[in-house]
């Protein structure tokens, strides 16, 4: 037996915990004991369907718990208690979804949520609630309740004009950062002119209106997914705007120097990305320049041009590495092609043209005809979410002139169908979109439980608390659940009295959206001494299904299966006929990357844990889009989490020495039974 089993009374003593009813979310037939007493079978019946001994979950299988000393038996049954009985993970997740609703960094929702949630854990008692600034945005951007509806134009005998509304639209967004509208903008609907023609057909009937994009016009060649091409078309806006202010009439001053854009092609790009080369004349008549593909830019190294004949070189650095470029510039085109300078095998091309201002383009001629504002389709029922490129350094006069809505592709498929039989629609669209110029402070949430024996040694449980705020999202499960879970695990600690020996620190992140930056930032302020400390960090993003598994290398293998043990058995999900056990997956190696918070930390060798979340919910339903709403959470898997949240961190924070991360010696004499 390992030297914390549990005695007769105790193991009788948590079977018993299983059999009882969730007070605070109603019995969700948690326990299969339950779900047998609803059906009929009572008595010995359900009390031998729970489980009698306590076990494990590697690589699927069920085995003996790890003989590794962890928490307080007694402390783990109170948890178990307040977990399974009290617990109040719904009256987090509520709170956060329907008094502080959609929380995008750098707004004030997500402000008021961090405040609230840093109360939170001081009015439990943890130590050092606070908000941690890791950085600031340029300008605030706050969205308002927002609407959007078709209408029938209906053009009467009298030659007055009404309008009926006949549809509301089901699911619509803009780009956080860009403009909305002042007060609801009602418009004629008017199709996209993709040619001269077409454009001559319609450029009367542009002024006004909001023009349809059609799905086929993607933007961009290259992007892939619909808030890329929304992100593309805003980008190729403002690229015209600009052209629209500073276009000369006078050709280029020299062979070289201008605007150069085409498709480069090559190893790994698929169809091809847009580029765009900008090249200038210096006042000592040398040249510099910069290139664009996609959103990364960079700036051109020695670039040189002979005139004689017509070859200009440079060198820079792209995505892919360092390369060089040489061109052969044929009047107002030039036959382009670079290679890298790791693997000259690695080649690319590209056919560029020069912009010669000979006049504005189609996407200009449409912006100088006053359109209200532009609709485009997205891929299906729902529509994501994203930003505006630069939306942290964004500023009031950045602003961009231009309004796109991305609509669902039902709404999107009723508009055109009604357009193709005649009928004269109008749409309106209310956004209200407020900026605040900043700098605006931006913060994580941090408290803690201070350790009793090795307080600089530090266990992290953690989730994201900002959200996209498309119309309609309440930021539920991406991530209010696991914010939620982050809360209530705290709470139960707390409420038990836990004393752990290691430190155990709770971090609400933010900036997760935009590319992990509240957890980069926090991982960058921390010296090597105390990076070295943290024992392990543990990430709930992955919606609102149960803790089911963490991805871990084979000396964390006994230590990761001794503290999730006394979670397995103990829960039970009846819709999908299973135990709520914590299965520990041994790989080869740790991950280095990650798309959550985790990642900050694999990539500098802290161990980092993404749970597994698993169960009946559909993630991509709700992930950045308009249905992640509080109907979506599930009230029974988020009180598996957080109580199992709570027993992992304990038990780890007991344990005899940190997690491993290879093999280690013991401390005090102990034997580290991890990687046996």
């Known amino acids: 037996m390992r030297a914390t089993s549990l005695s007769t009374a105790a193991r009788l003593s948590l079977i018993a915990l299983s059999l009882t009813t969730l007070a605070g979310v109603g019995c969700q037939a948690t326990c299969r004991a339950c779900r047998d007493a609803d059906s009929g079978k009572t008595g010995a019946a359900a009390t031998l369907a729970a489980p009698v001994a306590e076990y494990a979950v590697v690589n699927g299988e069920k085995v003996?718990?790890?003989?590794?000393?962890?928490?307080?038996?007694?402390t783990i049954r109170a948890i178990l208690d307040e977990g399974m009985n009290r617990n109040q993970v719904m009256a987090q997740l509520t709170t956060l979804c329907d008094t502080f609703g959609p929380r995008l960094t750098g707004s004030t929702d997500l402000e008021r949520a961090a405040r609230w949630a840093r109360d939170q854990?001081?009015?439990?008692?943890?130590?050092?609630?606070?908000?941690?600034?890791?950085?600031?945005?340029?300008?605030r951007f706050d969205r308002g309740p927002s609407t959007a509806a078709v209408y029938r134009r209906v053009e009467r005998d009298d030659g007055t004009v009404t309008h009926e509304k006949i549809r509301d639209l089901a699911g619509f967004t803009t780009l956080a950062w860009t403009p909305g509208t002042e007060g609801a903008a009602r418009g004629p609907v008017v199709r996209m002119p993709t040619?001269?023609?077409?454009?001559?057909?319609?450029?009367?009937s542009l002024a006004g209106a909001w023009v349809v994009i059609s799905p086929e016009q993607t933007g961009r060649r290259g992007i892939r997914g619909a808030p890329g091409r929304v992100s593309a078309r805003y980008s190729a806006r403002v690229e015209a705007r600009q052209s629209i202010a500073s276009r000369a009439d006078a050709p280029p001053p020299d062979a070289v120097a201008g605007?150069?854009?085409?498709?480069?092609?090559?190893?790994?790009?698929?169809?091809?990305?847009d580029m765009r080369v900008e090249i200038t004349r210096q006042d000592d008549g040398s040249l510099a320049g910069a290139f664009t593909v996609q959103d990364f830019t960079a700036e051109l190294e020695g670039v040189t041009f002979d005139p004689a004949t017509g070859t200009l070189s440079y060198r820079s650095v792209s995505p892919a590495g360092a390369f060089t470029s040489t061109w052969s510039i044929a009047g107002d085109t030039a036959d382009a092609s670079s290679m890298l300078a790791d693997n000259p095998d690695a080649r690319y091309h590209a056919t560029l043209t020069r912009d010669t201002g000979?006049?504005?383009?189609?996407?200009?001629?449409?912006?100088?005809?006053?359109?209200?504002?532009?609709?485009?389709?997205?891929?299906?029922?729902?529509?994501?979410?994203?930003?505006?490129?630069?939306?942290?350094?964004?500023?009031?006069?950045?602003?961009?002139?231009d309004v796109e809505v991305n609509i669902s592709e039902p709404d999107y498929d009723y508009i055109n169908s009604r357009l193709y039989d005649g009928v004269p629609l109008d749409l309106e669209f209310n956004l209200p979109h407020t900026f605040t110029p900043g700098p605006i402070p931006v913060y994580n949430v941090i408290a803690e439980i201070p350790g009793t024996e090795f307080?600089?040694?530090?266990?992290?449980?953690?989730?994201h608390l900002d959200s996209w705020n498309g119309p309609g999202s309440q930021g539920t499960t991406d991530n209010g659940t696991g914010s939620s879970v982050t809360l209530e695990t705290a709470r139960i600690l707390a409420a038990v009295g836990a004393k752990p020996k290691r430190t155990i620190r709770f971090i609400l992140w933010t900036?997760?959206?935009?590319?992990?930056?509240?957890?980069?930032?926090?991982?960058?302020?921390?010296?090597?001494?105390?990076?070295?400390?943290?024992?392990?960090?543990f990430v709930d993003d992955g919606g609102t299904n149960y803790q089911g598994g963490l991805h871990a290398v084979a000396p964390m293998r006994d230590y990761l299966a001794a503290a999730t043990a006394p979670t397995n058995g103990r829960f039970f999900d009846s819709s999908r006929d299973v135990w709520?056990?914590?299965?520990?997956?041994v790989e080869e190696a740790m991950p280095r990357g990650g798309g959550s918070d985790h990642a900050s930390f694999n990539r500098v060798g802290v161990p980092g844990f993404f749970w597994d979340e698993i169960g009946r919910a559909n993630y991509g339903f709700g992930w950045h889009t308009q249905h992640d709403r509080l109907d979506l959470a599930i009230p029974e898997y988020l009180v598996q989490s957080s109580t199992n949240s709570a027993i992992t961190a304990y038990n780890l924070a007991c344990a005899p020495t940190m997690l491993p991360r290879a093999e280690q010696p013991a401390r005090d004499g102990q034997q580290a039974a991890a990687g046996n």
């Open 64 to 74: 003996p718990v790890p003989e590794i000393p962890m928490g307080d038996e007694a």
């Open 121 to 139: 854990f001081a009015s439990w008692g943890l130590s050092n609630a606070h908000l941690h600034e890791w950085g600031t945005v340029s300008m």
């Open 195 to 204: 040619t001269d023609d077409e454009f001559e057909a319609a450029k009367d």
């Open 259 to 273: 605007v150069w854009s085409g498709v480069v092609t090559g190893e790994d790009l698929g169809d091809g990305l």
């Open 358 to 401: 000979d006049g504005p383009s189609l996407l200009e001629r449409v912006l100088l005809a006053g359109p209200l504002g532009f609709v485009s389709s997205s891929g299906d029922e729902r529509v994501w979410t994203s930003a505006a490129p630069g939306w942290r350094e964004m500023t009031p006069e950045k602003v961009a002139q």
């Open 455 to 463: 307080p600089d040694e530090v266990i992290i449980v953690s989730a």
């Open 511 to 537: 900036g997760e959206e935009q590319g992990l930056l509240g957890s980069r930032a926090y991982v960058e302020s921390l010296p090597p001494e105390q990076l070295a400390k943290v024992s392990a960090v």
């Open 580 to 585: 709520m056990d914590v299965n520990v997956r």
